[in-house]
């Protein structure tokens, strides 16, 4: 489709519109015509289609002009397909094998054509299901370690890294969407805002709450200013797909640089979620075992993560901080300033950990955790107790120590029965 003017595609149109790109035609195979295609994005921007023929299926994700939550009274940027497909490349780089593979772009159509994750399940659903996934803490804390390191000036020649900064500072509407959604409004009775009743007092205690308010401007102001590495910036658990053994981050169009430690606090707080969520999903004889194996998976990623990024900090530290130069050719350890790092990003991690949580129970975008408890007298203690525990490791990060403290912590709010 090169030199065409943007057009949303449609079931009918795409095969007619895609089929005579090779990259696109060959992975499918046969006559365009006769393939299958069905839409299927449930986010909340996209359009997304699967399209499948004699030889294989792709997925196609298009941008729409417009948040398509909303609609068209929400514009924004088709230039996001264009980020997603630089976040693509970089995730594929820095770790290979993590993220779908990219088979074509078209940057005035705004679309990329991926791989089909067949098998493969959103993982939030899974979480709801109550199905298990081999090694899922340990791939995640992988994946964010090396994104985390391998996209800093911790390895990368600083002036590519600098170079990368202004590139992604382009993307400017999406992070607009994160400053407001996620720092600011969950915060005050903003326009788009809705929370489950039942919720009131609660939400009142947060919002009146200056010491937590001001905690999470600490929070937002680190975000908005600190371009430490390159973020997937929306890692939720909406954000894996995942089979009974394997696990793929898919969805990078929030990608900016920013804090190390904000896409590792988002996939805890979706964790967190799951967990909090599970009374309403599980019968009690396999409650505890499910909600035991959330806390685990949590725990573990937590730990690959340190683990991870202790190793890259060991191999692969080739830019401009924490040189060798001052310390190992020195004949002095860096392994303190490593630990030092660990826990800074660890802080701020449960910080936007508890940002997150906040956001999806107050503000525009809520999460299928809860939304799919129909009760709302059944989901609003469920949310009541996320949100107090969202209120205290954003208040208390500093002091958690690690997954030993924040599960014990997960556990003790999850006893609580407020409102
Ligand atoms: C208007 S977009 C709302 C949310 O959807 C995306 O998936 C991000 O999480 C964003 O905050
Ligand atoms: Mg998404």
Redesign the pocket.
Known sequence: MPGDTYQPLTVESLPRRLGPVPEVGQRIGGDPAHWSVREVGD???NLVFIVSGSDGAVVVKQALPY?R??GES?PLPLYRALFENHALTRQAARDPGSVPEVFHFDETQALNVMEHLGPHVILRYKLIAGDKVEGLGAFLGNHCARMAFLGSELHMASAAKKADVGLFAGNVEIPA??EA??FTDPYYAAEMNHHTEGLDPVVATLRGDVALKTEAQRLFAKFASNTETMLHG?L?T?SIMSTATESRVI?PE?AQYGPMGFDIGMLTANFLMAYFSQPAHRPADELEDYQGWILDVMADMLAAFDTEFRRLWASERTGMLYPRRLFEDQGQSSEPACEAVLAAIREDAFGFCGIEIH?RILS??HNADFESIEDPRVRAPLEARSLMLGREVILERTGIAGSNDLCALARRCAEETTP
């Open positions: 986010g909340n921007l948040v939550l909303i929400w969407i994160t959604l996620i929306d939720h909406g969805d929030f956001r525009l975008a």
